[in-house]
């Protein structure tokens, strides 16, 4: 390499920012990469996703109804800044999350600026809160950790938002109140006949004890997922909010004295 390469990408103002006075639409896709970078997490989180008309498992298979058995049970209230648009993921502003019903949980420790003390009371839970229709502002989600026995040994996630939350919620009680919990039985999933909130859910067998104790021994693991699935989109939501107030503060070749107030 000549000295002349080396000049061109080696600066030597030991404090200048290269990034500064870039154009915006470059500052843009600088900023779209490091929020992309910063979204990684350690847990990886394997998902079982809905379309209109099907489960979709993590091989891609789609089908109207599976069997799992559930290992691991969260219950999460999401609250997402902005409206809502088609094909648009706001970062959540505000998260509780907890064992305890969507009702009695509280904002998660680490949110920076709560809404109010505890969900219950807090606007944004109301029914009629939401900017559009009599809904609520801010959602809740019961989140399951699944062992699929067809799929290998991994845990997957199916989140079940407020539509069919009470569906579900109302077969863990009925599980819980006979076996303990659903780790006992193997549980069908199936879709409901008109559009794919209406998911019904049964117990169709016992788990084996060699297979139940196995999985208890992943209750832990269950929880770090569930948990990760928050916890992580309300990180990165902070990350995203700090980095984009750095770079504007940059562009401004103005010092960076504090990224977000607290």
Known sequence: MTESNVTDIVTTAEHENPLANLPEELQ??????????????????????????????????????????????????????????????????????????????????????????????????QWGSAARGKGKSCGEHTLLAVYIPSLGDELYLLEEKKANSKAVDGYLASINNKYGHPVAVLTEFAIGVKNKWEQSFSATGRTSAELVTKLVDRFEEANVMLEARVLDAYKRSQTAADSSTTVEATTTDEPVRKARSR
């Open 28 to 125: 843009k896709k600088i900023l779209a990469a490091s929020q992309q970078i910063q979204q990684s997490s350690s847990v990886t989180i394997n998902k079982i996703r809905l379309d209109a008309k099907n489960y979709i498992l993590p091989d891609s298979t789609e089908t109207e109804k599976f069997s799992g058995i559930i290992v691991g049970i969260k219950h999460a209230n999401i609250h997402y800044a902005g409206e809502y648009e088609e094909g648009v993921t706001n970062p959540p502003d505000c998260i509780a999350l907890g064992d305890v019903p969507c009702n009695d949980l509280v904002p998660h420790e680490s949110v920076v600026e709560k809404y109010c003390t505890t969900c219950a009371a807090c606007p944004k839970f």
